[in-house]
């Protein structure tokens, strides 16, 4: 099983739905976000290009925030999620350090927090709070290793890209362009 | 006798004193829910109400999710709704702001003036509060007649209010939806269809296989399905041609973007007609079948070829025929959208007509991907005596001009608030309620001018808007998610109704409008008009008589119901007569000839910026409505300020940096009170800036809200007035930089 | 132009609009280690070597100031801790793919060891000492007895100590500008070089500083090398390489670095210490100072404009 999420930038608006949502279904802290946007102009006008991108955890296969970790609070668990135990974590922002992705940030109670895929959602067989809420339906849940699930159908037959693909770290997100 | 009216900010003492008494408690426990709560809670444990939305006009249906302890949590869109299918928009999302918001009103305030002279607001009993107003109407009826009374509403409250002024003998009223908003296009569509485009808008874009907007800048514009099946006609490969000054977020989506040269698009339109007659691109069978002066128009744009049209806009002729074919070839499934805020030039409802023309030659009317045929449920009105006929109404107040006016005029009203304009019938007493006049109206002199003189001013607000300062007596309303309203009955491809319930008690002492009207009625003496105790016995009542009830709805939230007028779309070769003078579609306008007015549009330049300024272009910003929700802890974390954007070309000559502080000041002077950052960027034209509206507010009680960013409408003093239907065009406006700030900063703005 | 920003009004406090999550405390601590591994290590080697007559300061006079500085080092460091409470957690697992981890254990070998270093050599500082207890005084004795071994395992501990920061910093593939197995290496020697700077400061004995210099030189001339390599290494790499290397070469903190680390700290000591053994008499505390103030500003430089470093999407 491998989570994994599929962004559409040909449909992103950067209307920012993902980010208000996720902050009100996890309690994220007053000035943090757990996602963003991001808006990418290229070229002179008039010529142009656009793009929008829903950023997020990249849940890497490669994790270096979770091979970085002293005491092993951020951990991967079924599925590829990546999460921290907030007991275990000292705040020692070895993590933050380390993600290219910008994905972390300390939470004001002193432990390590970001993304985390909704997993309270997901066990119950739901989707991210992003994913159900996205006004033009751009966001993809599920498991790439099941060919019928939204995300795989999503990255069938389409151009894709990840970020920073040569930090070495094998994101999951996938960015459909 | 009329008192002078100064502005005050709600930062009196007196409010302050009993914010802090009344509410430690209230205020503590949700400082304490802020930060003591920690982990997400299932959707198991939380009790859905039904609502719509309040947070902009689209009304998206949703449930309040509110916790064991009673709290509200999060706000998710109704799946059997047709506005939000399921998903609300950011605004939407973020409404829990709205509820949250500790800067709102939270008690009647009543002006008064001090020993010393100055003016501030004191608490005040509801029943205070309401005798004020109420005595105040009693007051106006009896010297002036109740017509004097005027209206400025918007949204949900403003069908109470309005209900309330029906009742007590006033029909005085104007929304700015019509004049500084859609007042253009309802004008145009209606007289060559016969019909509104409406809200919902009858865009069937879903399913089109081509989509044209002209400066519409969905994606931007929020407006909660129309993103969604722009998005679903994105997946159906449909052609999506923008026509913009501005790289939007639309363009950058578009198969096709019309760099427009702005005050243009008449002329690309009019080329369009052009290439379609003379290549014979148009759709022939229905124009035969439907429509009304073909004759004339083929002979009106006979020279208006795409050369023509390219030494005005900048639009190389082959895409001006490329475009066109591509439309003809998608006919019938072609959207060309109305556009929503069409107030530009003053010359808006012509421009709106082209539009109307252009989707008529390409048969794209009561077609599947065009403009569909809407049906809206049909809803008894709770039994009440007539409302009594006014002596004279909105109408009236234009005294002759703006013959295609449909609704009331904001700018007239405000100018027959003012004794020194002579209007025929005066307006001696306001009742606002929903809208942000100072920010929401052009040109703030016209305003202060006329909130001066009236002789009473009532605002019913959730927030400390800018608009509160102006009042006599301040009226807390409850937010949509405390209250009950009118059901929205609302058109669609199938009529559909939506409950909205409170999923809490009404914070701190404010009420919801039905109870503040209800209150104001009955000491009126027009008990008959609210003969219910509590709004829900209204809805219950509408609801069985359409075959529900409120104890259905409050189970589902939206109900839908089968089309009782036929299918959305004309039958092939359906005889069809339209709401027109003639019948049929009106390529050339019989209306508009009646009344004076090019009976087919004609290009007019507009003027251009002088030397050193830009045009000032303004727009929307998805995770915000206007000014309303820039203090919404939710979605001011998304977006705080707004910036100025510049073009680089423009930058570097004038030695701006991108994050650089400037103030604005415009052709006639006036100069931005906040500063506001520059965005140096390629998707703006060097002739042009752009930026979102709704910032730089001046209430001080806004904490969020308070100088952030700087406000368009100060630089909006020259108002291009349509003389069809009085629309006030805003786009006439340049703009310069000042690196510094003025000297004269600190004082109230004099534009 | 090619404008890339976030719009959903993203302001993570350390985090935006660059990374800046971490203070001085880990620089002060990343120059404390390194100090404290290089007095370390050349006090064991040179007992190893049985030259500690020879080498009076190095082998019981500047160890004194190890367990200090190990203990302000630590204590920094749990000051940048966010979740405090918890910093136990540490000692609850030993994690093999983090450096971090092999710090935290060795910094909990090496610091009671260093006291215990010292311990043995107190009645040799304080002639009057008296341990006063019993078991004392036998522990003592045999402290004193297994020396060597001691000695040993302070030296791979050192080197540990001295080279795990390094390495700690290269792990994050996020922050190019450490992404270099140049940086263990260079924080090893110049670690080291610290520690013989201010062993070289204490020590009385010319003949001994004589030998101390003549190491530290070497050290001197392979950080100049190494830090040639780097830039090197950089401007050969990838894009995200070169832009990294870029903040050091004409970006904010070329002169800070060029000036300071390389001039003040590295080339202008190692002239004056050339001279010194060339004859010329400079006064013992000028390139000590300087290698100190370049090792701490280097570690400074190093983790700021390491955290500005980023990788281009």
Not at chain 2, 105 to 131: H, M, N
């Amino acid at each position: 099983m491998r989570y994994a999420m599929a962004i559409d930038t040909k449909k992103c608006v950067g209307c920012s739905d993902c980010v208000v949502a996720c902050q009100l279904e996890n309690n994220v802290p007053d000035g943090y976000c757990r996602d963003w946007i991001v808006e990418n102009v290229k070229g002179k006008y008039p010529g142009l290009f656009l793009e929008f991108r829903s950023e997020r955890c990249n849940h890497c296969d490669n994790a270096p925030c979770v091979r970085c970790c002293p005491t092993g609070a951020s951990h991967i668990v079924d599925g590829g999620i990546v999460l921290v135990t907030r007991d275990e974590c000292i705040g020692c922002c070895a993590c933050i350090e380390s993600c290219p992705y910008d994905a972390r940030y300390v939470h004001p109670k002193g432990y390590i927090d970001k993304c985390t895929f909704c997993i309270q959602r997901v066990e119950k067989g739901q989707n991210p709070a992003c994913v159900d809420v996205c006004p033009t339906h751009c966001l993809h849940f599920g498991d790439l290793d099941n060919s019928n699930s939204d995300v795989s159908m999503a990255l069938k037959d389409r151009k894709w890209k990840v970020l920073s693909p040569d930090a070495g770290t094998r994101p999951q997100l996938y960015f459909l362009i | 006798m009329s008192t002078r009216r100064e502005f005050i900010k709600i930062t009196t003492a007196g409010a302050g004193a009993t914010v802090l008494g009344l509410n430690t408690v209230g205020s503590g426990i949700f400082k304490w829910f802020g930060s003591q709560v920690e982990d997400p809670v299932s959707d198991d444990v939380l009790t859905p109400f039904p609502t719509y939305c309040e947070v902009c006009f689209w009304k998206c249906a949703g449930w309040t999710y509110v916790d064991k302890k009673g709290r509200i949590r999060k706000i998710v869109g109704n799946k059997r709704d047709p506005h939000s299918k399921g998903r609300l928009c950011p605004r939407g999302t973020g409404g829990v702001g709205m509820y949250y918001d500790e800067d709102r009103l939270k008690t009647p305030l009543i002006r008064e003036t001090g020993k010393d002279g100055s003016q501030f607001f004191r608490e005040a009993s509801w029943d205070e509060a309401l005798d004020l107003v109420a005595n105040k109407m009693k007051e106006v009826k009896e010297k002036y007649g109740p017509e004097s009374f005027g209206f400025f509403v918007h949204g949900t409250p403003g069908n109470h209010l309005e209900h309330l002024g029906r009742a007590y003998g006033s029909d005085t009223s104007a929304e700015p939806a019509f004049a500084n908003c859609r007042g253009p296009r309802s004008a145009a569509y209606y007289s060559t269809f016969g019909a509104f485009i409406g809200s919902p808008e009858n865009t069937d874009i879903r399913d089109t296989r081509c989509l044209v907007l002209i400066g519409s800048h969905i994606g931007e514009n929020m407006h909660n399905s129309q993103v969604q099946e722009m998005s679903e006609a994105i997946d159906n490969k449909a052609t999506i041609i923008t026509v913009d000054p501005r790289f939007s977020t639309a363009a950058g989506h578009s198969t096709h973007w019309l760099p427009i040269k702005p005050a243009t698009d008449i002329a690309l339109l009019l080329a369009w007609i052009h290439v379609l007659i003379y290549d014979e691109l148009y759709n022939k069978d229905f124009v035969e079948k439907y429509t009304f002066g073909f004759d004339p128009l083929r002979k009106h744009v006979k020279n208006m070829t795409p050369e023509w049209a390219y030494s005005i806009t900048g639009i190389e002729p082959a895409q001006i025929r490329e475009t066109a074919r591509a439309m003809a070839g998608a006919a019938p499934a072609v959207v060309i959208h109305p556009g929503r805020h069409t107030v530009w030039y003053g010359d808006d409802s012509q421009r709106e007509r082209a539009m109307a023309i252009l989707t008529a030659l390409l048969g794209a009317w009561g077609q599947r991907g065009s403009l569909y045929l809407p049906e809206t449920v049909s809803l008894p009105q709770f039994p009440q005596p007539d409302y009594p006929e006014p002596k004279w109404n909105w109408r009236d107040l234009n005294q002759g001009k703006y013959p295609l006016a449909m609704m009331g005029i904001t700018t007239e009203l405000l100018k027959a608030s003012i004794p020194r304009l002579n209007y025929k019938h005066q307006v001696k007493a306001w009742l606002v309620g929903g809208t942000n006049l100072p920010i929401s109206l052009p040109d703030k002199k016209l305003f202060r001018e006329a909130a001066d003189s009236v002789e009473f001013i009532a605002v019913v607000d959730t927030m400390p808007m800018e608009v509160t300062g102006y009042a006599d007596v301040v009226l807390p309303e409850a937010t949509y998610l405390e209250r009950y309203d009118f059901l929205r009955v609302a058109q669609n491809r199938l009529p559909n109704v939506a409950l909205r319930m409170p999923a809490t008690v009404p914070k701190y002492k404010s009420k919801p409008a039905w109870w503040i009207t209800k209150q104001i009625g009955q000491r009126l003496g027009l008990h008959d008009y609210f003969n219910y105790n509590d709004y829900s016995e209204v809805i219950d009542w509408q609801l069985k008589q359409i075959g529900t009830s409120l104890e259905e709805m409050k189970k589902i939230g939206v109900k839908s119901f089968p089309r009782k007028t036929g299918p959305p779309y004309l039958g092939k070769n359906e005889d069809y007569t339209f709401n027109t003078n003639t019948g049929k579609i009106e390529l050339y306008s019989s209306d508009f000839a009646d009344a004076g007015f090019d009976p087919i549009p004609v290009y007019i330049p507009h003027p251009e910026p002088p030397q050193d300024f830009y045009r000032l272009i303004y727009g929307r910003a998805p995770m915000h409505t206007f000014s309303r929700t820039i203090n919404n802890h939710n979605l001011w974390d998304l977006m705080s300020h707004n910036n100025v954007w510049v073009n680089p070309l423009v930058a570097h000559s004038l030695g701006l940096k991108n994050g650089q502080k400037v103030w604005l000041k415009n052709q006639d002077g006036a100069v931005s009170s906040f500063p506001v950052t520059v965005r140096v960027t390629e998707r703006i034209r060097w002739d042009s800036v752009y930026m979102v509206h709704g910032f730089g507010h001046s209430g001080k009680k806004l904490t969020r809200a308070y100088g952030r960013g700087a406000s368009d409408e100060e630089m909006i003093t020259n108002v291009m007035v349509d003389p069809v239907m009085g629309g006030a065009g805003m786009r006439g406006n340049f703009v310069t930089f000042l690196k510094e700030a003025p000297k004269n900063n600190g004082k109230e703005v004099s534009a | 132009m090619d404008e890339e920003l976030i719009v959903s009004g993203r302001h993570i406090p350390n985090i935006d609009p660059y990374l800046h999550v971490w203070h001085w405390q880990i620089p002060l601590y990343l120059f404390l280690g390194g100090l404290a591994a290089g007095i370390l290590f050349f006090a064991g080697y040179f007992v190893v070597t049985g030259k500690q007559e020879k080498m009076k300061a190095t082998v019981k006079w500047a160890p004194i100031i190890a367990p200090f500085v190990l203990v302000i080092g630590l204590t920094a460091l749990f000051w940048d801790l966010k979740h405090k409470l918890y910093f136990w957690q540490l000692y609850t697992t030993v994690r093999f793919e983090s450096p971090m981890s092999w710090g935290a254990w060795t910094l909990m070998i090496i610091t009671p060891l260093s006291v215990l270093w010292v311990a043995s050599y107190l009645k040799e500082i304080i002639p009057t000492w008296d341990w006063k207890v019993v078991w004392f005084n036998r522990f003592e004795s045999w402290l004193i007895k297994i020396r060597v071994p001691m000695a040993w395992v302070m030296m791979i501990l050192a080197v540990i100590l001295g080279i795990y920061t390094g390495i700690l910093l290269s792990a994050f593939n996020a922050r190019p500008l450490w992404n270099t197995s140049i940086l263990g290496p260079l924080f090893l020697v110049s670690g080291f070089s610290t520690g013989l700077a201010a062993t070289i400061w204490i020590s009385t004995d010319p003949a001994e500083r004589r030998i101390l210099s003549r190491i530290d030189l070497v050290f001197i001339v392979v950080e100049l090398f190494l830090i040639v390599h780097l830039f090197m290494g950089f401007l050969a790499g990838t894009e995200t390489a070169v832009e990294s290397a870029k903040l050091f070469l004409g970006g904010s903190f070329t002169m800070s670095f060029w000036v300071f680390v390389v001039i003040l700290g590295l080339i202008f000591p190692g002239v004056l210490e050339a001279m010194e053994l060339r004859g010329l008499h400079v006064p013992k505390w000028i390139p000590a100072a300087l290698i100190l103030f370049g090792g701490l500003m280097f570690r400074f430089i190093i983790v700021e404009a390491g955290q500005i470093s980023r990788f281009l999407n």
